[in-house]
Every structure is written in structure tokens, then in C-alpha cells.
Antibody, heavy 121, light 111 residues
Framework: QVQLQQSGPGLVKTSQTLSLTCAISGDSVSSDSAAWNWIRQSPSRGLEWLGR?????????DYAVSVKSRITINPDTPKNQFSLQLNSVTPEDTAVYYCARSISDMGIDHWGQGALVTVSS | DIVMTQSPLSLAVTPGEPASIFCRSSQSLLHTNGYNYLDWYLQKPGQSPQLLIY???NRASGVPDRFSGSTSGTDFTLKISRVEAEDVGVYYCMQALQTFTFGQGTRLEIK
């Protein structure tokens, strides 16, 4: 079965870069039917989709307008994982971050365990 | 951006009774393939969200048949025919036509 294991620091200083990794088991980051997403959740913003990476003969990325200037999502095919980098963070970026798999037309069917990231000076 | 609006924001239901949660999208979610790109998720206390319904009315694998989804234009409904204690949590609708946008959530409690 598909499992997503998140890792990364739980505390990031203001103005620095938030970096998280999601290791995939039971599927491939290069799957031609899946997309690999980052989603965050905070009391003020609710559930907020941040972006995704996916492979359809070549690699594609989509990002939310709200973070487009600060975000990078990269696949790592040798390690079968994908990563999130969010630059120039502020306390408003404090949230629980989830990695998740979506399958073409069939919803977000697998989620990581979630990781609280706190941004503080 | 597509805005998703849910109602009510909370409800309390007696076990065995039905429950309905509503979601409205700011624009049509109807794809040219004839499907509405609307999903429903449940986030149980302390857990990650889990998929219940995709494409408006299709139950995800392992989801009990007491859960059903329906569509009328830009209005979407999640129905639970007989609420059980394990159904407590926050329910979210999400549009999947233009990337993903979630509703604000509806908290279901047991009376």
C-alpha cells in the first residue's frame, strides 16, 4: 500500500527557507497517473493547497498563486521522494504541512502524517 | 480562483439519524467530460484528511455506503444516511477542476 513519510525541521527562523521531504513507498514519484502535492493547514487559513509535481513524459509543476514567488517542489527519482522549499517565511507560514498523492480525477487518496512547522524569530 | 463555501459550519447529530453537509462553488465545476470535479474529505480528530467522495458522487475505496454525494449545478451535498460515532470530525469539500481549493470545513459532533 502507498505510504508517505514526511521529514524536516519543525522550527524555522523568519526570513529563512522552510524545507520538507516526503518519501514515497508503494508507488513511484515518476508515476504517469499520480501527482505529488504539498498542502498546509492552519487555524487562520484552513486547508491550503500549495503545489504539486507530476510526470507526464516530462516533469510539470503547478503552484498556488499565494506562494508562487516563494515555492519550489522538486522530485527526487533516485530516492523516490519529493520536496518542498518555501523561501522568505514569516510567522504566517506556521502550519501543519502535509504531503499527499492525487490520482487523475480520483481525488487526493493518500496523505502523509503531517508535520507542524513553526516560523519564529 | 474558485471559492468553496460550506454550510453549516457545525452540526450535532444523534447516532442513527441522517446528516447533510452543503457546499457551493463560485463557478461551475463541470468538466467537458461530464463530471463535476468536487471531492469530499473527512478529517478525524488528530488525523490527516481522508478521501470520502470524488467526482461529486463516487465513494472512495473502503468508504461505507451510508456516505453519498450529489450535485445540483454549483451546489453539492454530502449525505450520511445514519450517523455513527466514528463519523465525528471535520468535513471538507474541495474543487479539483482548477488545481485544488478547499471549503472552510463543517464540524460534525455526536449529540
Amino acid at each position: 500500500q502507498v505510504q508517505l513519510q514526511q521529514s524536516g525541521p519543525g522550527l524555522v527562523k523568519t526570513s529563512q527557507t522552510l524545507s520538507l521531504t516526503c518519501a514515497i513507498s508503494g508507488d513511484s514519484v515518476s508515476s504517469d497517473s499520480a501527482a505529488w502535492n504539498w498542502i498546509r493547514q492552519s487555524p487562520s487559513r484552513g486547508l491550503e493547497w500549495l503545489g504539486r509535481t507530476y510526470y507526464r513524459s516530462k516533469w510539470y509543476n503547478d503552484y498556488a498563486v499565494s506562494v508562487k514567488s516563494r515555492i519550489t517542489i522538486n522530485p527526487d527519482t533516485p530516492k523516490n521522494q519529493f520536496s518542498l522549499q518555501l523561501n522568505s517565511v514569516t510567522p504566517e507560514d506556521t502550519a501543519v504541512y502535509y504531503c499527499a498523492r492525487s490520482i487523475s480525477d480520483m481525488g487526493i487518496d493518500h496523505w502523509g502524517q503531517g508535520a507542524l512547522v513553526t516560523v519564529s524569530s | 480562483d474558485i471559492v468553496m463555501t460550506q454550510s453549516p459550519l457545525s452540526l450535532a447529530v444523534t447516532p442513527g439519524e441522517p446528516a447533510s453537509i452543503f457546499c457551493r462553488s463560485s463557478q461551475s465545476l463541470l468538466h467537458t467530460n461530464g463530471y463535476n470535479y468536487l471531492d469530499w474529505y473527512l478529517q478525524k480528530p488528530g488525523q490527516s484528511p481522508q478521501l470520502l467522495i470524488y467526482l461529486g458522487s463516487n465513494r472512495a475505496s473502503g468508504v461505507p455506503d451510508r456516505f453519498s454525494g450529489s450535485t445540483s449545478g454549483t451546489d453539492f451535498t454530502l449525505k450520511i444516511s445514519r450517523v455513527e460515532a466514528e463519523d465525528v470530525g471535520v468535513y471538507y469539500c474541495m474543487q479539483a477542476l482548477q488545481t485544488f481549493t478547499f471549503g472552510q470545513g463543517t464540524r460534525l459532533e455526536i449529540k
